[in-house]
């Protein structure tokens, strides 16, 4: 059986000395210089064992939702009227579109959060994390809609035409509109989360799970995918080769498609699956199915990996959305608020969904509870690793084929997430060192750098450093969205005031 | 009623034989001309980070250059045989925005020159003329 020989060479590979000297020597300088900083985001409430953090942006989500009433609901339909450009004036053809706009933002979402991140949250929190992982993406969807809108109406636009926007732009300008003090300061420290951001989970948690598949897949070491990954993207954003990364661009969507489409084919193949499959998630996300930390255990795996794929509140979609050319700002929150649906609600739950049909995760036949490995996760059948490993393991016992195009599919999504990341990371970078050739050299000369090292380091501590990078970078954003979210109240009552009223009207 | 006579022109020979033959006419009919350029442009495709933030900026570039290369030229040489005439830059498909600009200054006719593509590319692809004698709202005029 195929994941057998997947594991087969996955042993074959660990046991090789050199792979795991380079690996280990890296993992355990990582984990020695940022330990510290994992130990501080993801440190447990006093008194219990749930991590702070993962309340924070959850928290977030539900303030949003119940402050603009629901938004994700009540303005759906009008999301898709704009992205499919009912509301554009076709004299502004050549302008960035709403869909465009969307598009290149899910490019840098929709990656390996939606593959292997899955993987990994209900391999530890069980079938039941995919519940909690849909609700924090439809909440999120609120999150996404106030960061958004304010990304857009704070922007910088440049005498040259060229828009550079994102909570940077937000923290320092909106704070001073409302008299509140240290904008500045909140403004320089996203920037510097956004950094680390994007080194983290921008950048080598996408390497290290390309070169992770490509090693268990077709068996190449680490450190080859990494050097290859790492000349590219070097190629790219340095070279300036424009070429690889639109090709990437048109790519990625394609196969984004494909994946959803290869899933729907397992459940359709499995079709009297689905509803035990729907019941497994529903038991595990309210009972106790014997995952470690239970029900509580469910539900921080399933929103850490929700805000980790759709990075709600986290702040990197409004410097992608602040693109966009409109009259009004908050257009493009309503468009921004698909975005958490396509990405968890749609695609994140079509991997939980292939990894639960196809019966991965052990389960003891007489009591029905998960059957722990060694390392406290769920045991999976061919003893695979969490992440990319056990989501191409569960295509793989469907389509003998799958695990192949998943490799090229996981290489894609990666890239183009990193080069992505590689334009929010240096929107943080030059807010603080301030423009230039030299400056923007150095830092993409650190992130090809970064690309190598996450490619041959072992997943635990490139994972924990990633995740504390995104949401440190999330406490500072969503402090800034509670204090500027009267600002955006404002401009949707002012908009939907005069939607009804017909001053604004559709084109088509 | 004026006739307004609507050239759709790119800057190619085939448009320098359109704009002859129209302004021809034009004197004797005493009709009004304007000129449309139209740049190839989807809302529905996929564009990199980068090229997002530097959009604005590219396509006041590009308005800029269809300015000065093709549409300038064109209204002197109009200017120098004593005919006036508009110009309207605008971004979409193309066969579709040329109607769209035909309807909105009220055209009465459409001239358009014809590249002469042959052999499979104009089978599998079209061209615009054709496109444009298929669609046209008002009498078209293919330009050889």
Known sequence: MKHYSIAAILALLAASPARASIGETIDGLFAASTGWFVALIFANLPGTSIPWIVGWLVIGAVVFTLYFGFVQFRSFGHALALVRGKYTDPKDAGEVSHFQALATALSGTVGLGNIAGVAVAVSIGGAGATFWMILAGILGMATKFTECTLGVKYRNEYPDGTVSGGPMYYLDKGFRERGLPLGKF??????????????????????????????????????????????????????????????TEKVVPIMGLGYVGVGMLILIANYDMVFWAIGEIFRGAFTDSGIVGGIVGAIIQGFRRAAFSNEAGIGSAPIAHSAVRTKEPITEGFVSLLEPLIDTVIVCTMTALVIIITQQLMIDAETGRYILNDAGGVATVGDVAPGVPLTSAAFGSAFGWAPYALSVAVILFAFSTMITWSYYGMKGWTYIVGEGKTKEMIFKLIFCFFVFVGAVSSLGSVLDFSDAALFAMGVVNVIGLYLLMPIVKRELKSYMDRLESGEIKAFK | ??????????????????????????????????????????????????????RHARRKQEVARAESTVLGPMQSILSEQGLAAESVVRYGHVTETLCDIAKEVDATQIVIGRMGQSGLTARLFGSVAGSLAQVAPVPCTIVP
């Open chain 1, 186 to 247: 909140m403004a320089v420290l996203f920037s510097i989360f956004c950094v680390l951001g994007a080194l983290g989970g921008g950048n080598m948690f996408q390497a290290n799970q390309a070169a992770s598949q490509v090693q268990s897949v077709l068996g190449v070491p680490a450190w080859i995918t990494g050097a290859v990954l790492t000349v590219v993207v070097f190629i790219v954003i340095i070279g300036g080769i424009k070429s690889i990364a639109r090709v």
């Open chain 2, 1 to 54: 009623m004026t006739e307004i006579y609507l050239i759709a022109v790119d800057g190619s020979d085939a448009s320098q034989r359109a704009l002859s033959y129209t302004a021809e006419r034009a004197k004797a009919a005493g009709a009004k001309v304007v000129l449309a350029h139209v740049l190839e442009w989807s809302p529905y495709s996929f564009l990199t980070q980068e090229e997002l933030a530097e």
